[in-house]
């Protein structure tokens, strides 16, 4: 394949992976009368049976038991799964308890946070414009605490555990498939065990639940796998700094499905918090371009 017909691939499957993420509320909006921890356990039960079958396929099986073998690596997988749930529990939650432009303002923050982050426990200096980035970032959560009395939780909880997440897995050397099937796999046993002793819903025994339920809960591995096949397929063709670019498009989406189809109210102070989020994100990609056009003329 050519490098332009690679870079054409790359695109696709980054848009298709991150508009996905974006339009994943509508699916979990779908099963919103079984509760969040319940669908949890969905989502970590069929990606575990999914990436297990996708493995098996991609022959990475052997590496994979070679990877569990490793206690070093299974002891930080085990916290990477922790805060992996937790951001899985968070967002399930926040969709269906009508908090869809928290958390798209919390995605929104994570690559912010992401460049904080590395400046604290990567040593990564900032450059000027990544700190004004940070500062608005900052400056803008600020804003809610003042008019609001409170600060955007659910946001920040969101951006927190997965840019953690992303700081962990970028310091475990691990092939992403096998890193979340591993995952996957730690959360099982307490996933089966709320499912079977923990859980008491109307919905728990699919048995009694209709083949349309049913088909929609399994599908949670899908919607878990899917945007990460596209995502690891375009990682492979297009350059981080490019990849980077299109992570707006998951919030964006969540954002206007908030707006204009589940009819979220945006007050004044959220509206402003925004506002120095996206000036912000501005800022940061301006500054990843202009880094991105030094690289080429060097």
């Known amino acids: 394949m050519s490098t332009a017909q690679d870079s054409r691939t790359g695109v696709i499957n980054a ?19 079984v509760s969040s921890g319940e669908i ?28 569990i073998k490793q206690s070093k690596t299974l002891t930080i997988l085990s916290l990477s799964a922790t805060l992996l749930a937790v951001n899985w529990f968070l967002f399930i939650w926040a969709v269906n308890n009508d908090y869809i432009l928290d958390a798209s303002l919390g995605y929104y923050i994570n690559p912010l946070l992401n460049v904080a982050l590395g400046m604290i426990f990567l040593g990564e200096k ?26 955007p939780i659910i946001s ?3 951006a927190g555990t997965f840019a953690c997440y992303g700081l962990i897995r970028k310091k475990l050397a691990i092939d992403t498939f096998i890193g979340l099937f591993i995952e996957s796999l730690l959360m099982l046993p ?29 599908c949670a591995g899908i919607v878990t796998t899917a945007p990460l096949l596209c995502f690891t397929a375009a990682a492979k063709r297009l350059p981080l700094s490019t990849l980077g670019f299109f992570q707006y498009i998951g919030p964006s989406i969540m954002f206007l499905l908030a707006m204009f ?5 945006l007050a004044l102070p959220k509206l402003v918090t925004f506002g120095f989020i996206w000036s912000a994100l501005a800022i940061y990609s301006f500054d990843s371009l202009k880094q991105q056009k030094k690289a080429r003329s060097n």
């Open 126 to 151: 900032l450059r000027r414009l990544q700190i004004i980035a940070v500062v608005l970032a900052i400056i803008g959560v600020g804003v809610q605490l003042v008019i609001l009395g409170s600060i």
């Open 261 to 265: 189809h589940f009819n979220e109210p």
């Open 40 to 67: 949890l356990i969905h989502r970590i039960v069929w990606s575990s049976l999914l990436l297990f079958g996708l493995l098996v396929v991609m022959r990475k099986i052997p590496a994979t038991i070679k990877a």
């Open 190 to 218: 307490v996933a089966l065990m709320a499912w079977l002793w923990v859980i008491d819903s109307s919905t728990v025994n699919m048995a009694n639940n209709s083949a349309y339920l049913n088909t929609l809960l399994i």
């Open 15 to 33: 848009v298709a992976a991150y508009s996905m993420w974006g339009i994943a509320p509508l699916y979990f909006k779908l099963i919103a009368e």
């Open 156 to 158: 920040l909880a969101l």
